[in-house]
């Protein structure tokens, strides 16, 4: 079913203005009172943040929507704990995304199976092809998602609002009620409800993604530092969270996709 726009421009900054000292609890009631339940889905990789609303929601809603993308080349640790999260909130409707088969398979042909290391524009080739298609395709069925995105995590993500239309996805509203929390709030609220933690982090870890792309960071490294480590001068994004100049490859984008 076709989206039908709920706010414009206008009314979302005024809705934004007037959550942003909210609790995060308050920003998602707001939204599970405002949009249809088959509307709204919490798009998370697992991570502590994800975790956090997905916990706040279940205590809402336990049926909630709860969609996570399946890259193919994730960390078993992974897969093994999104087991472990299904029987911890029995009541929640996950769906696991997959890429297209074909669109990976012609990447592959084209630029081989480990491309990401070759350089930035085909890191980001794999990326789109991955994990941002099939989430845009999921995007496509819903009115507005959450994401575990907070203003601290890295320079792109440093304005983000609690609610705000993202344009970059056909203008679905975006809803981030962490965005103001800090990564002490996040663990405090994890340790306090005794919500589910990734098994790497104990390894090191402070963001996970696919395996051959994340690895722990070294003392004094941000956060972000273990993802695509190898890339210099490059966001530390794959482009569902923000546009990113892939340096030519568009042409690459388009024939594949
Ligand atoms: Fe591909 Fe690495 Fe991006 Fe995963 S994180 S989709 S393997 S480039």
Known sequence: MARQPLFDDLEIGEIALQLDDQEPEDVIAWALETFDEDRIAIVTALQADGMVILD???RMKPNIRVMTVDTGRLPQATYDFYEQVRERYPEARFEVLFPDYREVEEMVR?????????SVP???LCCHVRKVRPLI?????????????RRDQWASRAAIRKVEIDHDHDGVIKINPLADWTKEDVWAYIEEFDVPKHPLYAEGY???GCAPCTRPIQPGEDDRAGRWWWETNAPKEC???????????EHEMEAIV
């Not at 084209?110 to 070759?118: A, S, V």
């Open 122 to 124: 085909m890191r980001l």
């Open 206 to 208: 402070t963001s996970i």
């Open 110 to 118: 084209r630029h081989g199976i480990n491309l990401f290391y070759k």
């Open 137 to 149: 395709r999921a995007l496509n069925q819903l009115d507005a998602w959450f994401t575990g995105l």
């Open 239 to 249: 482009g569902i969270h923000c546009p990113i100049e892939t340096g030519g490859f």
């Open 56 to 58: 706040m929601a279940y």
